[in-house]
């Protein structure tokens, strides 16, 4: 063996796990925390500032909704070629690249003029996190050795935790003292210090036999998945679900999804390599990952407007309430991984998805004047199943893929984290939509009916346009939009609970699938070869 082959992490040479190079693996993990924190905290901390992008840039309800998924819808469409690339041109310089993306696209964001706007530069920012997020899990598999990599891996998954709730609180304390954009520029520095430890710390390594990038392939996923999530927003905005507006695009978008799906096992280099598929263990643990963030990323999506709208919390303030949510992943994300190897993945997956499923029958508990401790015991235990969940269904899924394919597996892993947070926020956030509509039903006509249908789409709109009257309207007016605000607020509580029934139906959906399909205490994953 040459001594290029024993400094670069990830040829799968017998002995590479001695290599010097491996000594500082620790210093390395917390280089990838770092630039996980980014791109996580990114994404997460507009959650807070939804209500007040309502107000300021008058978005839609629609256009919210779109300026999450647009970050997501990139980045899911995306993660396949970035990990093939970073296999082929190695995955430091991916990082290096992904890093310098996403901060140019969090400044431009910082400062859009509009909800399009902003929505076009939130799909840049996508670009840029897709190159790194997969990769620091890849970067991960590759530094440890195989009897460290649950303990590694359990503390990305902490980290991600961590990013998930410590974005809005992150969010709400720029709000506090800020304008609303200040959000997108909080994580530009951090990404330079990323940028430097990647330099200085992190090795490179990259695939032998790298495949060929899937241009066509990665377009039609990013089609496919648009169209869905469209018509799905459009469906539950009130366009009506029968409507050529919304049926086209649902019909067309799973139309597209399953071409993609014929095209790719028919390609000898396909963006998503669906032969992995075969494994029972790596589905069940993909559909675990992706359900796990459905729940995640669209209840987040609503209880920021319960938070703010309805109990009257500042950004701030809110994105505190989260904190349970991130404490309970980071604590938990790490010692499920010990967990799993005593007790079995499928075992302690099956406990968290149950764990979740409770969290979310607790929000029927939560009212207009529900005590803040009920509130917090929700959401640690939402926390804590979420958190027991993640490190062994990645572990799962990165046990199944050979090393040197990391950047490969690393991007199924990412992808179906965020295909189901856009699906979450998708279809969890029109379901809300609608019934709140519907619960509201004609207390809205107490307001000018030029400001009748848009109050109609979220508690926030609402407020804002009783504000609004009552700023510009006379004695009479404003009088009768004040009557507005109880039922307005009713109306979410209820409308919040139905979609809450929703969240805990998918998370026993995937407790059923993982005690169907995912290994238990005795079963070994035994890593499939191409």
Not at 68 to 88: E, K
Not at 314 to 323: F, Q, R, T, Y
Not at 332 to 343: D, Y
Not at 373 to 401: C, F, K, N
């Amino acid at each position: 063996m040459t001594a290029t082959e024993k400094s670069q992490p990830g040829t799968g040479t017998p002995g590479a796990e001695e290599n010097p190079g491996y000594a500082r693996r620790w210093w390395v993990l917390a280089t990838m925390t770092v630039c996980l924190l980014v791109v996580i905290m990114g994404n997460t901390i507009l959650n807070v500032a939804i209500p007040t992008l309502q107000r300021e840039l008058r978005a839609t309800q629609g256009e919210l909704q779109w300026a999450v998924d647009a970050y997501i819808l990139v980045f899911a469409g995306l993660l396949f070629s970035w990990g093939v690339i970073g296999d082929r041109i190695g995955r430091r310089r991916v990082l290096l690249i992904g890093l310098s993306i996403f901060a140019v696209g969090s400044v431009l964001a910082a400062f859009s003029d509009s909800p399009l706007e902003l929505i076009a530069w939130r799909a840049v920012m996508g670009i840029g996190g897709a190159a790194v997020q997969p990769t620091t899990l890849a970067v991960i598999t590759n530094v440890f050795p195989a009897r460290e990599r649950g303990r590694a891996i359990g503390v990305w998954a902490g980290t991600a935790g961590i990013a998930v709730a410590g974005g809005p609180l992150a969010g709400g304390a720029v709000l506090e003292h800020f304008w609303w954009g200040a959000v997108f520029l909080v994580g530009v520095p951090v990404a330079l210090v990323g940028i430097v430890a990647v330099f200085a710390l992190v090795p490179e390594s990259r695939d032998p036999s790298p495949g060929r990038l899937d241009v066509p392939g990665v377009l039609l996923s990013i089609a496919a998945l648009a169209g869905l999530v469209y018509g799905i927003i459009r469906g539950g905005g009130g366009e009506g679900w029968t409507t050529p507006a919304v049926l086209v695009p649902l019909l067309g978008g799973l139309a597209l999804l399953a071409l993609f799906v014929w095209l790719q096992r028919r390609s000898a280099h396909p963006a998503l390599d669906v032969s992995l598929f075969r494994n029972p263990a790596f589905s069940a643990a993909a559909a675990a990952l992706g359900l796990n963030f459905f729940a995640l990323l669209g209840a987040t999506f609503y209880l920021v407007f319960y938070l703010q709208g309805v109990r009257g919390l500042s950004p701030l303030e809110s994105g505190a309430a989260l904190i349970p949510v991130a404490l309970g992943m980071a604590v938990m994300a790490p010692l499920s991984s010990g967990l799993a190897e005593r007790f079995g993945a499928k075992a302690v997956c099956a406990s968290g998805f149950l764990l979740i499923a409770l969290s979310f029958a607790g929000v029927q508990l939560l009212g207009l004047g529900t005590p803040v401790w009920v509130l917090i015991a929700v959401l640690s235990v939402q926390g804590v199943g979420m958190g027991t969940v993640m490190a062994p269904a990645t572990e799962s899924i990165m046990s199944v893929v050979p090393r040197e394919k990391a950047g490969a597996g690393a991007a199924v892993n990412n992808s179906v984290r965020q295909v189901g947070g856009a699906l979450g926020v998708a279809i969890l956030g029109s379901l809300l939509a609608g019934s709140y509509a519907a619960h509201l039903g004609s207390a809205a006509d107490d307001l000018p009916a030029e400001v009748r249908e848009e109050a109609s789409e979220s508690i926030v709109a609402t407020l804002e346009a009783v504000r609004r009257v009552q700023d510009e309207g006379g004695a009479d007016a404003a009088a009768a939009a004040a009557s507005v605000v109880e039922p307005a607020r009713e109306a979410f509580v209820s409308a919040m609970h139905v979609t809450a029934v929703g969240t805990a139906a998918a998370t026993l959906i995937a407790a059923v699938v993982v005690l169907i399909w995912l290994p238990g205490r005795r079963d070994r994953v035994v890593p499939t070869t191409r």
